[in-house]
């Protein structure tokens, strides 16, 4: 681990691959620490959000103390939660394409294995996931399109979203849905927060 100040009220953590990323955002969530007031992870990073006048080396301290448990791969044994989608996206044979297979297969694939959100960006509710089988990687589009619509469903490097608004994105457009992914009404506006399992459904088969 190594550990940098952002700021005066925050400490970001930088970890060696996203497993123990995993490892020490789910030991975070099982036993909260004294000083940190929340912590948010991303790709190989955790950054730890202070509580106001807490000793930073304090905090690094109990973070290096923690015990990591191995990376199972699920980080929750919740059911998962499913997702609507209409496989209509404009690149899907592009996607399929790219990895060699029928529109179809990439379908089946898609919603025949669950999938873990593993921190989330972009944009609120924009959550990155990533699936047990890891057999959907596709790059980015070279030419970023200015809008994509809400609820589109798409893939990128090894990862799978959901746009929770309007917004420009480079990444390839399989499906839509119609579920929110970001609702200020709800009690947590975010329905794909870290750590959330995901299936998503094929709705012409539902």
Do not use: K
């Not at 694939?109 to 959550?127: D, S």
């Amino acid at each position: 681990m190594r550990f940098l100040p952002c700021g005066l009220g925050a400490v970001l953590v930088e970890l060696d691959d996203a497993a123990t990323r995993r490892r020490l955002d789910a030991a975070l969530r099982a036993q909260p620490l004294h000083g940190v007031r929340e912590h948010v992870p991303a790709a190989r990073t955790v950054l730890l959000v202070l509580e106001p006048g807490a000793d930073a080396r304090a905090v690094t301290a109990r973070v290096r103390s923690l015990p990591l448990a191995e990376d199972t791969g699920a980080a929750d044994e919740a059911e998962p939660i499913e997702v609507p989608v209409r496989y209509d996206g404009e690149d899907l044979e592009e996607v399929a394409a790219t990895l060699g297979m029928s529109p179809a297969e990439v379908v089946t694939r898609h919603t025949g294995q669950v999938w873990t959100v593993e921190f989330c960006g972009f944009a609120p509710g924009f959550g990155y996931l990533t699936g047990e089988a890891g057999d959907l990687v596709v790059p980015r589009r070279h030419d970023p399109r200015p809008r994509i619509p809400a609820g589109a469903v798409a893939l990128a490097d090894q990862y799978t979203g959901v746009y929770p608004r309007s917004s420009p994105g480079g990444w390839q457009l399989i499906g839509t849905t119609s579920m929110a992914m970001w609702d200020t009404a709800r009690p947590t506006p975010a329905l794909l927060a870290p750590g959330t399992r995901v299936r998503f459904v094929d709705e012409s088969r539902a």
